[in-house]
């Protein structure tokens, strides 16, 4: 980190990335200073512009939504707190990302928690294994039934947010709401999922 990278904010530092969504946030209202969608693709090269620019790796949780899989990778920094969402959607049949462990210290153990409940491939981890299930366990306990899936923007609804949107491509729509944005009820059995996801968005 340089003193000329210590002040950057994410704006500038994602928008070679092309990112699909980017907004400043109400850290008040969503604990967030900033939150972004990139590809899969770029993800590495995110990662490490952040580190480059005196950012951390606070941890990467998952979401099973209506629209996919996501994950949400949480970065901040000492010289200049406001934490940093990114989300990363994925097709639920395919859910694969690239490692960000050979760039964050820490990113493996919070890979393989996330693939451990999520069933999201990380390639390129060196350490795969399951990290708080046994081995041979069948299925991953934190995804859902379809009928407890709810829209993306239904969880990322939070009343009086406020976000300034700095960047949105043509064509996203994932945050716009929808005619049904209220949250499925979940099956019993699935509740605790559902409210783990509400808090990892």
């Not at 980190?1 to 109400?26: G, I, K, Q, R």
């Not at 590809?39 to 990662?47: G, N, T």
């Not at 064509?171 to 999922?193: Q, S, W």
Request: glycine residues 6%; hydrophobic residues 45%.
């Amino acid at each position: 980190m340089t003193p000329e990278t210590a002040s950057v904010t994410p704006d500038v530092l994602l928008a070679p990335l092309d990112p699909a969504y980017l907004a400043e946030e109400n850290p008040a209202r969503t604990g967030l200073r900033w939150s972004a969608f990139l590809s899969a693709d770029v993800l590495p090269r995110a990662a490490a512009l952040l580190l480059e620019a005196g950012w951390h790796l606070e941890d990467i949780c998952g979401l099973d939504v209506r629209e996919g899989l996501a994950a949400v990778y949480h970065f901040d920094r000492m010289t200049s707190p406001g934490r940093l969402a990114i989300r990363v959607l994925m097709d639920r049949a395919a859910p694969v990302l690239p490692s960000i462990a050979d760039i964050h210290q820490g990113a493996e153990w919070h890979e393989r928690e996330t693939a451990d409940f999520y069933g999201i491939v990380f390639t390129g981890n060196p350490n795969p294994a399951p990290l708080l299930l046994p081995e041979g366990m069948q299925g991953h306990p934190l995804l859902k039934d379809d009928a407890a899936r709810a829209p993306l923007a239904a969880l990322l609804a939070v009343p009086g947010r406020e976000d300034t949107v700095l960047r949105k491509a043509e064509g996203f729509t994932l945050l716009d709401p929808a005619e049904d944005a209220k949250p499925a009820k979940p099956a019993k059995a699935k509740a605790a999922a559902t409210e783990e996801g509400a808090d990892n968005a």
